[in-house]
């Protein structure tokens, strides 16, 4: 799992939060995710299956997919499919991903990359392996998150933004045994990249073994931790945790994950998603690749998609995979 890597000894430090003014977020929650497939058949773990909507509000879906080792001929992706009404987030941490979309946006995404999508209005997009990593196979794993609008932003117009690896915000914990990538948000003043309608933060953190990471957190925004690889604790109690888990926290101004100290060798660190954002407090219908206020506007995306008002799909297109 490289995504991105560096040296936490040369890095801004995140400085641990004084307890006795900053209440720690204790631990609502622990689930584990099922596995599915999605797309063309690439298997996933949905992250919030089993975990009520309140308590993921802005956030409505989250899959880890992979980690898979390919063969040959084996990589897959989605075909062109649309969106209306939230944000898709690409985090590619192995491997490569292509996206293009119907209204001009694209790019290729690879260790580390974030593609954030805002389907708004309706668009048109397609996501897969590159020709030649489909002839090769390889190595495949990454996050896809889904991010609600508000009623206000639901029609604004589609946008694109590709987030290099070296665009992440990159710092250390307080004694250097965590590595922190800030994606987007605000982590003790420092800031990520990547402009989101809805507020809210989201990092990649490396917790080497035995280290402990506390972080400050908005107190207005919920605040969720997956785990994608290795083991640990999270919150002042030490709840256990494993990889494929989603941990809901309560109120509080930080929130803490410790890495375990006997770990496998394939996975000697605790590789995890902290990710939290402002709730959105509206009502939600969603539908399949839509994601609305009303089961009205349901029908109305549907409508739309099939009179082609989602825009129109490239002359020079991608292929699907297959």
């Not at 560096?6 to 584990?32: I, M, W």
């Not at 299956?49 to 309140?54: E, F, N, T």
């Not at 998150?145 to 604004?156: E, M, S």
């Amino acid at each position: 799992m490289p995504a991105i890597t560096a040296d936490t000894l040369t890095l801004p430090r995140v400085a641990v939060p004084d307890s006795t003014t900053a209440t720690p977020r204790t631990v609502r929650t622990v689930t584990t995710a099922p596995t599915g497939y999605e797309g063309e058949g690439f298997p996933v773990r949905r992250a919030f299956a089993g975990v009520p909507s309140g308590q993921l509000d802005p956030f409505i879906h989250m899959d880890q997919m992979g980690e898979v080792e390919y063969a040959p001929g084996e990589p897959k992706g989605t075909d062109w499919h649309p969106h209306r009404g939230f944000e898709t987030v690409t985090y590619m941490i192995d491997g490569v991903f292509e996206h293009q979309d119907s209204h001009g946006g694209g790019g290729t995404i690879t260790n580390g990359d974030t593609q954030w999508m805002t389907a708004g209005s309706g668009i048109l997009h397609i996501e897969k392996p590159p020709e030649h990593l489909v002839v090769s196979g390889g190595l495949f794993h990454g996050i896809q998150l889904w991010v609600n609008l508000p009623r206000a932003n639901k029609f604004n117009p589609p946008r694109y933004q590709d987030i290099r690896s070296t665009e992440a915000v990159l710092l250390s914990s307080d004694d250097g045994g965590a590595l922190v990538r800030v994606i987007a948000g605000d982590v003790a003043g420092h800031t990520g990249p990547g402009s989101t309608f809805t507020p809210v933060t989201l990092i990649h953190a490396t917790v080497s073994p035995g280290a402990r990471l506390t972080l400050p957190w908005n107190e207005e925004f919920n605040a969720l931790a997956y785990v994608m690889a290795g083991t640990g604790t999270v919150g002042a109690e030490r709840r256990p945790i494993h990889k494929g888990q989603l941990v809901v926290f309560g109120p509080g101004q930080t929130v803490t994950v410790e890495a375990g100290t006997k770990t496998p060798a394939a996975e000697p660190n605790l590789e995890v998603l902290l990710l939290g954002g402002r709730p959105i407090r509206e009502p939600v219908a969603h539908y399949g690749p839509f994601v609305m206020n009303t089961r009205a506007e349901l029908v109305t995306a549907v409508e739309d998609f099939q009179a082609g008002r989602f825009g129109v799909i490239p002359a020079e297109r991608m292929p699907h995979t297959n």
